[in-house]
């Protein structure tokens, strides 16, 4: 049901709450929700102190959830696929030459990448930890780097060339939308390269994280492929909201709150569900400490919210007031001490 | 928390078509967006998980074995929530064939407030959260389920009324005396929540 806007002029705190597109842009915003209710917020200003609270409403009101773990859930699926549509799969395999072949054409192409590196000016930017960098390319995209992380590319970007960065670690990138009609020429394309996945792009601003063994791809604007590098899957199309994640030589596209992934370059962290063992992964990676827990099962807590992460200690302690836990930075050796209270 | 983003109609409706033609990828679709969703919902009937699991099962069996006389429902969402809250009942209770289970006021339905995944820098919020749960937890648990429903499944009101079998007007009387419940049962200085409350008692 699509509502007008002026319907909003007279709306109570109760119909907010009562409200489906109201509640879906609360749980889970998207572009489409965000202009829209931007939108109401723009027209009836007076509205704001009631969205403001019946966004805590809406956020109190938060079920448990039970879920199968990944692998019931397959097995269920097998369950029911064996009584429906399973059909007997073969497995091919390919010749071993294939393979010896395939090998021999990736030693080429690393050859020939040798060759243009030595050629090209490279440019190469590293950021230490605790510390963001902006970066501008050469055709005027933007990136945000955020600390312990690298971007390199090349100092001059050809007319003829398709533009090209490699990011380790966490990056936000608004790319400059070249194409404008017609067939799509090499320099209007833009790809990103990170461990394992490469990012290709058409205008669009997203958020990629490629640490420790995982990459992580979350679209806020525009529209995004993945490839993977082994080029074993078909290329996966990203649409804004979307998150793309390599792990353990899959990557899977799940849909959560992708404005929420970009968060660190306006100095601010969420967190939804998070497991404290991977906020304090985050920490290691961004500010360099080696955690120290006393007490393991501090890491399978669980924590949600919005942080603040302009000041260190600040954050520390926020979390350590939720979590009834002292973190505490050790400057000498480099640890954070985190013990129960 | 997990939702699921299916809220475009077009792509439901054409995996949908799919799927009624014997499309076994668009039958995968339909498991791969519903079934977690389902599983969490039939938790909060029972904490049997392998009968949920078998209605689950049979639910989507029966689907595909069914696939070409089922219609073309409005919202597959509900259509499933409802096709599979049937199955649990039927399962839990063992009902007759022509009892229905709308009869059936003697159900649980054990749907608990996550406090602790409640924004950590608000420290209200976790005292409003901790007040509604003590409050819910006094409902009965055709209120539970439709506030359920309606927070967590955001569902709209006839959505909940067709998945609970019950008329749209019942939909509303039950959240109406449900909120209701809760403002009685809150602190009464917690005006932004009476007031809120307050205003949802306009339902009535």
């Known amino acids: 049901m699509k509502k007008q806007l002026s319907d909003y002029k007279a709306y109570t705190l109760a119909d907010l709450i009562n409200d489906e597109t109201f509640i879906l842009w609360v749980l889970q915003p998207d572009k489409t929700a965000e202009l829209f209710w931007q939108d109401v917020r723009n027209t009836y200003p007076t509205l704001d102190p009631l969205i403001a609270d019946a966004r805590e409403i809406v956020l109190s009101i938060r079920f448990e959830t039970d879920a199968l773990d990944a692998t019931e859930q397959k097995q269920l699926w097998q369950n029911i696929a064996a009584k429906t549509v399973s059909v007997k799969k073969t497995v ?51 990136v945000t780097l955020n600390a312990n992380s690298q971007i390199k590319y090349d100092k001059n ?185 | 928390m997990q939702i699921h983003n299916n809220h475009n109609p077009n792509n439901e409706s054409l995996n949908w078509k799919n799927f009624k033609n014997g499309n076994a990828a668009a039958f995968e679709f339909l498991y791969k967006t519903y079934s977690a969703g389902l599983y969490n919902y039939g938790s909060k009937f029972t904490k049997d998980k392998d009968l949920i699991k078998e209605c689950i099962q049979d639910l989507f069996v029966g689907l595909w074995t069914r696939r070409q006389s089922v219609g073309d429902p409005a919202h597959i969402k509900n259509y499933l929530y409802k096709s599979f809250r049937h199955a649990i009942f039927k399962k839990t209770f063992q009902l007759s064939k022509n009892e229905t289970y709308e009869e059936t006021e003697n159900y649980q339905f054990l749907a608990v407030l996550n406090i602790e995944e409640t924004i950590i820098d608000n420290e209200r919020q976790l005292q409003v959260s901790g007040q509604l749960q003590n409050a819910l937890a006094k409902l009965t648990a055709r209120q539970r389920e439709a506030i359920f429903l309606k927070f967590h499944e955001q569902l709209s009101y006839e959505e909940i009324a067709e998945v ?29 929540l009476l007031y809120a409350l307050l205003h949802l008692k306009l339902l009535n």
């Open chain 1, 92 to 142: 091919k395999i390919s010749p071993i030459w294939y393979r010896y072949a395939a090998a021999a054409v990736v030693v080429g192409i690393l050859f020939c990448i040798s060759i243009l590196y030595s050629v090209n000016q490279k440019v190469n930017i590293e950021t230490p930890y605790g510390q963001l960098r902006n970066i501008t390319l050469p055709d005027g995209s933007m």
């Open chain 1, 157 to 341: 970007w050809n007319k003829n060339e398709i533009r090209e960065v490699w990011i380790s670690g966490e990056a936000f990138l608004k790319v400059n939308h070249l194409h404008k009609t017609g067939e799509i020429q090499n320099h209007e394309r833009f790809i990103v390269h990170t461990g394992a996945v490469n990012v290709e792009v058409l205008g669009t601003s997203f958020n990629v994280n490629d640490r420790r063994g995982r990459t992580e791809i979350a679209l806020l604007e525009g529209k995004i492929s993945l490839d993977l590098k082994t080029g074993e899957t078909k290329p996966l199309i990203l649409a804004p909201g979307d998150i793309a994640e390599y792990a353990n030589g899959k990557l899977l596209k799940k849909s959560i709150n992708v404005a929420e992934y970009a968060s660190w370059k306006d100095g601010k962290l969420y967190f939804r569900n998070v497991p404290v063992g991977k906020i304090f992964d985050y920490f290691e990676d961004i500010y360099g400490y080696k955690v120290v827990v006393d007490d393991p099962k501090i890491l399978e807590k669980r924590l949600s919210g919005a942080l603040s992460a302009k000041d260190r200690d600040v954050l520390f302690k926020a979390i350590g007031v939720t979590l009834n836990i002292n973190i505490t930075p050790k400057a000498a050796t480099h640890e954070l001490i985190v013990t129960s209270k």
């Open chain 2, 164 to 192: 609970m079998g019950i008329t749209v007007k019942a939909g509303y009387k039950i959240m109406a005396r449900s909120l209701d419940y809760l403002r009685n049962n809150l602190s009464k200085d917690d005006l932004l």
